[in-house]
């Protein structure tokens, strides 16, 4: 199992429409994203210093192919609609790398 801890801009205006959008999430996006071997997947929303709210995700990779599975998932026409209703309310980092809508973070220390 690896972690991951992933990091998005959210646009301001559009927090209540996220919000709205995730108490509802489709139950074929949800079937999609345990069939590609994601647990535990959690994602949190914090204004920041700056006096931007940004999205954290958290999740738990349990496959042995993580790249096959994200394509699998991305070729998910469902899944193709459901990011077409969440991406207008995000706005990426500037510093994410160029194949990235979520920039991945470090993992710098876990314990159990």
């Known amino acids: 199992m690896k972690r991951y ?23 074929d996006v949800l079937k999609m994203i345990k069939g590609c071997n994601i647990r535990n997947y959690s994602i949190y929303l914090r204004t920041l210093d700056d006096g931007q709210p940004y999205l954290f995700s958290y999740f738990e990779y ?5 790249a096959a599975d994200m394509a699998r998932m991305a070729a998910d026409a469902t899944t193709q609609r459901w990011w077409a209703e969440c991406k207008p309310c995000q706005k990426p980092l ?3 790398a160029p194949d990235e809508w979520w920039s991945s973070m470090e993992e710098v220390f876990h314990t159990d």
Do not use: C, N, Q
């Open 94 to 96: 500037a510093t994410r």
């Open 62 to 66: 349990i496959g042995s192919d993580f």
């Open 5 to 27: 801890g992933m990091v998005l801009g959210l646009r301001p205006e559009k927090i209540d429409e996220y919000k709205k959008l995730h108490a509802a999430v489709w139950p």
